[in-house]
């Protein structure tokens, strides 16, 4: 009923930017709080950023001043700007999404995952 898509990853330098984004579609009444997490090899996942339906955000200590999350409520899609990368930031980077559905079924969405991987 819900499909969240992630775009945006893929190699950059250390030192580089990329622009991930989330759409979200389907029998959707609407969203509250979106987010980014992300799973490194041999590591348990790990929030990155949140993003309220009013806005308010939320970081992961290791990305603050660096990453930037937003969300355009009219497309159903949350972005995750990341500049300055570290090879530490390699990892499977997911989307979720905390919705209502229509029919006010609440529901809990996660993307497939985008990679991102950073070479020193």
């Known amino acids: 009923q819900v499909q969240l898509v992630e775009s945006g990853g893929g190699l950059v330098q250390a030192g580089g930017s990329l622009r991930l984004s989330c759409a979200a579609s389907?029998?959707?009444?609407?969203?509250?709080?979106m987010g980014w997490y992300r799973q490194a090899p041999g590591k348990q996942r790990e929030l990155v950023a949140t993003i309220t339906g009013s806005g308010t955000t939320n970081y992961a200590d290791s990305v603050k001043g660096r990453f930037t999350i937003s969300r355009d409520n009219a497309k159903n899609t949350v972005y995750l700007q990341m500049n300055s990368l570290k090879p530490e930031d390699t990892a499977v980077y997911r989307c979720?999404?905390?919705?209502?559905?229509?029919?006010?079924?609440?529901?809990?969405?996660w993307g497939q995952g985008t990679q991102v991987t950073v070479s020193s």
């Open positions: 389907g029998s959707i009444f609407s969203i509250n709080a």
């Open positions: 979720n999404a905390n919705l209502v559905l229509v029919g006010f079924r609440g529901s809990n969405s």
